[in-house]
């Protein structure tokens, strides 16, 4: 299992400056940190109303969704799989939210139980299919993708019969939710939202499981080697089922957040575009798209990089389309970072 943990280098004693930096390439999340710092750095130069409180609040509102799903894809990648239909069930939950309160009367609470709920179906449905058949997980979780776009979106409108459903508000336990999921405080001059606190309780709850628990071993274990994990009595399927609904209780909480900071949920086309920006963010963070390798650290990390590049583009004035080529940009870097990291480690003898 490749860890964060520092491997031991053999025989040999190197000098500590080389020791020093071959420890920090073991880890999957430096990369990412070195190019925050960097990208933190220029922006600040480029657009200092960047460093304000305002600045910060609107990189958080952007990091912290973000965050949450690429985290779950990390843990998703690390074994080994993908998942593109996160995005999709980050629109797909909220409708089924919002039509259960406001076209079937239900209270907030046991809407939001019952759109978990159905969360948690597609994920096992996604889990047992990659399982079962051998199906490669990208095309099972992009046909899932479709299968829920044309669904929210066709049965949204026909149901309630119109393209936005507001006025929830009104409904018994929203106040209740909305305290949970849509809470915000001023701090100087700024206004945070609670997302921020549920993108960090994420990220810690799922560095301690992949470090501290056997669920994590197994994580690693199906990324790294799958086949001889299931030799040794790894329960790799019962793990690959658990991280999709993990991927797909992320896109519930999104969504979520979402539908109670604005009390409405407007219809609109999720692309594959949006699906991929957790894929890409895990991967700028440090995950290897063979598995067994990465960090939930390093994915939050890569989306606090992800949103100061976008709000700083947008805060200095520069065409929008700069994002995507410095994205595509970064997105290589990783690559090729992970790769030589990858190779040394395989270089290390480890204990």
Same mark, same amino acid.
């Given at each position: 299992m490749i860890s964060d943990r520092l491997p031991s280098f053999g025989h040999a004693r190197p000098a500590p400056a080389h020791r020093?930096?071959?420890?920090?390439?073991?880890?999957?999340s430096v990369p990412a940190v070195v190019v925050l710092v960097l990208v933190v750095v220029f922006f600040w130069v480029q657009a200092p109303a960047l460093s304000t409180n305002a600045g910060l609040a609107g990189i958080l509102d952007v990091a912290a969704p973000l965050g949450i799903g690429a985290v779950a894809v990390a843990l998703l990648l690390i074994a080994?799989?993908?998942?593109?239909?996160?995005?999709?069930?980050a629109l797909g939950s909220p409708l089924l939210t919002a039509m259960?309160?406001?076209?079937?009367?239900?209270?907030?609470?046991?809407?939001?139980?019952?759109?978990?709920?159905?969360? =948690?179906?597609?994920?096992? +449905?996604?889990? *047992?299919?990659? @399982? !079962?058949? /051998?199906?490669?997980?990208? $095309?099972?979780?992009?046909a899932t993708f479709l299968v829920l776009q044309g669904t929210a979106l066709a049965g949204f409108e026909v149901v309630a019969g119109s393209t936005q459903v507001g006025g929830l508000d009104a409904a018994p336990g929203w106040n209740s939710a909305a305290a949970v999921f849509g809470s915000s405080a001023e701090l100087g001059g700024a206004r945070?939202?609670?997302a921020v606190l549920w993108w960090v309780a994420a990220t810690a709850l799922a560095t301690w499981a992949l470090w501290r628990t056997r669920f994590g071993n197994a994580v690693f274990a199906s990324g790294?080697?799958?086949?001889?994990?299931?030799?040794?009595?790894?329960?790799?399927r019962r793990t690959t089922v658990a991280l999709f609904c993990l991927t797909a209780t992320a896109g519930w909480l999104i969504g979520? =957040?979402?539908?109670?900071? +604005?009390?409405? *949920?407007?219809? @609109? !086309?999720? /692309?594959?575009?949006?699906? $991929?920006?957790?894929l890409v963010v895990a991967v700028?963070?440090?995950?290897?798209?063979?598995?067994?390798?990465?960090?939930?650290?390093?994915?939050?990390?890569?989306?606090?990089?992800?949103?100061?590049?976008?709000?700083?583009?947008?805060?200095?004035?520069?065409?929008p389309r700069w994002f995507q080529t410095l994205l595509g940009a970064l997105l290589l870097l990783a690559l090729v970072a992970n790769g030589v990291v990858r190779r040394r480690l395989k270089a290390v003898p480890r204990s």
């Open positions: 020093f930096l071959s420890r920090a390439l073991a880890r999957p080994g799989q993908f998942d593109l239909s996160v995005g999709v069930m259960l309160i406001g076209e079937a009367g239900w209270p907030a609470w046991p809407a939001l139980l019952a759109s978990l709920l159905a969360a =948690l179906v597609v994920g096992v +449905v996604n889990g *047992v299919l990659v @399982v !079962n058949t /051998g199906l490669p997980s990208f $095309l099972v979780t992009l945070f939202h609670v790294g080697a799958r086949t001889a994990a299931r030799e040794l009595g790894v329960p790799v979520t =957040l979402g539908l109670f900071r +604005v009390e409405s *949920v407007p219809l @609109v !086309n999720p /692309g594959v575009g949006t699906a $991929l920006d957790f700028i963070g440090g995950c290897l798209l063979t598995g067994g390798y990465g960090s939930a650290i390093g994915a939050a990390v890569a989306a606090l990089l992800y949103a100061v590049a976008r709000q700083g583009i947008t805060v200095a004035g520069w065409d």
